[in-house]
C-alpha cells in the first residue's frame, strides 16, 4: 500500500509563474489536508478537502491560492503568480475519516527566485 | 485562536542524557498527537493521546496528556542519535476540522 505521494519533490518557478503541487492520498483516503512549513518551523494549516469538498480553507490566502480535491486524480494546490516569500515547503497529509491518523507525504519544495 | 506552544524551540544534549518537550496552550484539546519529523521528510505519527492525564510508553518515549487537556509533554530517556530530529504535537482544534500544529522542539543528540 503506497504511502502519500507528493510531486514535484522540488519546484523552481520565477516570480509572477505558476505552481501546481501535486498530493494523491492513500489508497481508501478520502480526506487531505494541505500544510505550509518554513524552515526552522511547525506546520501552518492550509486546507481541508474531502473528495470535491473544501471543508475548511482558514488557513489559506485568499488571493493566488486554491485547493481542489477531484472526484478523480490527484489533489491540487494552485499557486499563481508566485512571490518570493511563497518560497517554502508544501505538505500533503490524508486520513480515511475526519479524527483518523494523519499520513503525511514527503512534501512539496516550492523556490521562488 | 488555539495556539500550541513548544520547549524548548531547540535542544542540543549527549547520547545517553534524559529530556523532557513541552507543548502547551491555553485552549483545550479533545486529541493530541506528538509526530517526528526527519530532513526532507514529512512528519511521522508517533502517538495519540485522547483522555487527560493520560500516559503512553513508546520504547525510550514517555507522553503525557495534561488532565485539563491542555498541555503535554514527551520525555525521552537514554537519547540516542536516532531521536535527532523536530518534534511537534498537534491538537485537534475545537469546533474545526483542523489540525493545529505547535511551533516544534528541534533535537539533536550527539554521540
Redesign the interface.
Known amino acids: 500500500n503506497a504511502g502519500?505521494m507528493q510531486n514535484p519533490r522540488h519546484l523552481v518557478r520565477r516570480r509572477g509563474q505558476e505552481a501546481r503541487l501535486r498530493c494523491s492520498p492513500m489508497k481508501g483516503h478520502s480526506h487531505v489536508?494541505w500544510?505550509r512549513q518554513l524552515p526552522?518551523?511547525?506546520?501552518?494549516?492550509m486546507v481541508?478537502l474531502q473528495k470535491e469538498n473544501i471543508?475548511?480553507e482558514?488557513?489559506m490566502p485568499k488571493e493566488r491560492f486554491s485547493a481542489e480535491f477531484p472526484k478523480e486524480g490527484p489533489s491540487i494546490l494552485r499557486i499563481q503568480q508566485v512571490v518570493r516569500g511563497d518560497s517554502a515547503a508544501y505538505?500533503c497529509?490524508s486520513s480515511p475519516d475526519?479524527?483518523e491518523?494523519?499520513?503525511?507525504?514527503?512534501?512539496t519544495q516550492l523556490s521562488v527566485l | 485562536t488555539q495556539l500550541l506552544e513548544?520547549s524548548p524551540q531547540f535542544l542540543s544534549i549527549q547520547e545517553g542524557e534524559n529530556l523532557t518537550v513541552y507543548c502547551n496552550s491555553s485552549s483545550v484539546f479533545s486529541?493530541l498527537?506528538w509526530y517526528r519529523q526527519e530532513p526532507?521528510?514529512?512528519?511521522?505519527?508517533l502517538v495519540?493521546v485522547v483522555t487527560g492525564g493520560e500516559v503512553k510508553k513508546l520504547k525510550r518515549l514517555t507522553f503525557q496528556f495534561g488532565d485539563a487537556r491542555k498541555d503535554s509533554s514527551l520525555h525521552i530517556t537514554a537519547a540516542q542519535p536516532g531521536d535527532t530530529g523536530l518534534y511537534?504535537c498537534?491538537g485537534?482544534g475545537s469546533g474545526?476540522?483542523?489540525?493545529?500544529?505547535?511551533?516544534?522542539t528541534?533535537l539533536k543528540v550527539l554521540a
Open positions: 502519500v489536508y500544510y526552522e518551523e511547525g506546520l501552518k494549516f481541508y471543508i475548511d482558514s488557513g505538505f497529509a475526519w479524527g491518523k494523519l499520513f503525511f507525504g514527503s512534501g | 513548544q486529541s498527537q526532507g521528510e514529512g512528519p511521522v505519527l495519540t511537534l498537534a485537534e474545526t476540522y483542523k489540525y493545529i500544529f505547535g511551533t516544534g528541534r
